[in-house]
């Protein structure tokens, strides 16, 4: 099992920025990526960033590219997402999730993708 800790969420003005923070441990010996995915009232979860733990490959929904920035610490096995330029339609619950393995070769873009998700963190951007 793999539990990961979400932190970070706030309550910020239209403009402004945020960091989260997602810690795993437990069995985290096998690990391919970590994403951060978000869910709006009444919307589907849609994915937002990820991150390849080797290699440090990132991925981004065109909604954030260039205001968002995923990283990684491997050594604490924690990764990062820098909000910045935040917009009313950011937010939502930010769901940090962990995939074990490589399922496609066009990246880890689906919630199918992912074997563990956190509790999730609260975002919300007031206009």
């Known amino acids: 099992q793999v539990q990961l800790v979400e932190s970070g969420g706030g309550l910020v003005q239209a403009g402004g920025s945020l960091r989260l923070s997602c810690a795993a441990s437990?069995?985290?010996?096998?690990?391919?990526?970590l994403g951060w995915f978000r869910q709006a009232p009444g919307k589907e979860r849609e994915f937002v960033a990820a991150?390849?733990?080797?290699?440090?490959?990132?991925y981004y929904a065109d909604s954030v590219k260039d205001r968002f920035t995923i990283s990684r610490d491997n050594a604490k096995i924690t990764v990062y997402l820098q909000m910045n330029t935040l917009k009313p339609e950011d937010t939502g619950v930010y769901y940090c999730?962990?995939?074990?393995?490589?399922?496609?070769?066009?990246?880890?873009?689906?919630?199918?993708?992912?074997?563990?998700w956190g509790q999730g963190t609260q975002v919300t951007v007031s206009s």
């Open positions: 437990g069995r985290t010996f096998s690990r391919y990526a």
């Open positions: 991150i390849r733990w080797s290699g440090g490959r990132t």
């Open positions: 999730a962990f995939a074990t393995y490589s399922r496609s070769s066009s990246g880890p873009y689906r919630p199918d993708d992912y074997d563990y």
